[in-house]
């Protein structure tokens, strides 16, 4: 059973990084995409970036918004997914939410059946 757990959020200053991590403790070894997702108060939720995780290699996606600032990376051996986040402006604040999903990756949160409770980031200017 996939459980997801992220972890790495913070307040940090206008141009300033984070790294996110999201970690399937449930133990069990599949091969999912991942997706990071984003919602700020009174926002929908949006898609961050995605990676699909396969034996040949990945693929990733970006949002236009994140594109060149945040990179998505993962370790299979730890089942654990990253997020690199550069250059942080104030609009980036919102909570960040990983998800899992058998197949490629999608930009749709709708298509993710497994959901972490999130980490909470806060870009100040």
């Known amino acids: 059973q996939v459980q997801l757990v992220e972890s790495g959020g913070g307040l940090v200053q206008a141009g300033g990084s984070l790294t996110l991590s999201c970690v399937d403790t449930g133990g069990t070894f599949k091969i999912y995409a991942r997706g990071w997702f984003r919602q700020a108060p009174g926002k929908e939720r949006e898609f961050v970036a995605g990676i699909g995780i396969n034996l040949s290699g990945s693929s990733t996606r970006y949002a236009d918004s994140v594109k060149g600032r945040f990179t998505i990376s993962r370790d299979n051996a730890k089942n654990t997914v990253y997020l690199r986040m550069n250059s942080l402006k104030p609009e980036d604040t919102a909570g960040y939410y990983c998800?899992?999903?058998?197949?490629?990756?999608?930009?749709?949160?709708?298509?993710?059946?497994?959901w972490g409770r999130g980490t909470q980031v806060t870009v100040s200017s």
């Open positions: 998800a899992a999903r058998g197949g490629a990756v999608s930009e749709s949160q709708y298509d993710y059946a497994d």
